[in-house]
């Protein structure tokens, strides 16, 4: 069996100093599991690693979707990197924040192929519209 390494925690608790520390020592590869840092360009309040902090270690699954697209768990779950890296003989780690992302990977999840609803999805954000504009 392989061996993953998992890192979770909330932003600013030091998680990808960390990962990097390990993926130096232990020959590895870091799989950002973070809904936002997935999106390109959202670097602000993400808390999104720089170049320079990442030190050489390959990172994965960062700055990848337009943030105009949707990026699902379901999609996260199905990306083939650990097999990736494993097969490149490295230490697959896993670091972030969305819990769910990495329950995904570790537990997996029984997703059934629903379609959005585009009409729910339209009122619950006018509904936050109207909200937000009440304030």
């Not at 392989?2 to 960390?18: E, F, M």
Request: glycine share 8%.
């Amino acid at each position: 069996m392989q061996k993953i390494v998992v890192i979770l925690g909330p932003t600013a608790t030091g998680k990808s100093d960390l990962a990097v520390k390990l993926a130096k020592r232990f020959n590895g590869e870091i799989i950002s599991a973070d809904s936002r840092q997935v999106y390109k360009g959202l670097d602000i309040g993400t808390g999104k690693i720089t170049r320079a902090e990442m030190r050489g270690v390959p990172h994965h699954l960062l700055d990848v979707i337009n943030p105009r697209r949707q990026f699902s768990v379901s999609q996260y779950e199905h990306n083939k990197m650990i097999e990736e890296i494993l097969s490149r003989g490295k230490l697959p780690i896993i670091c972030g924040g969305t819990g769910f992302y990495i329950q995904a990977i570790t537990e997996g999840l029984a997703l059934p192929p629903v379609p959005p609803n585009e009409k729910l999805r339209n009122n619950s954000r006018q509904n936050r519209l109207q909200n937000f504009t009440k304030f």
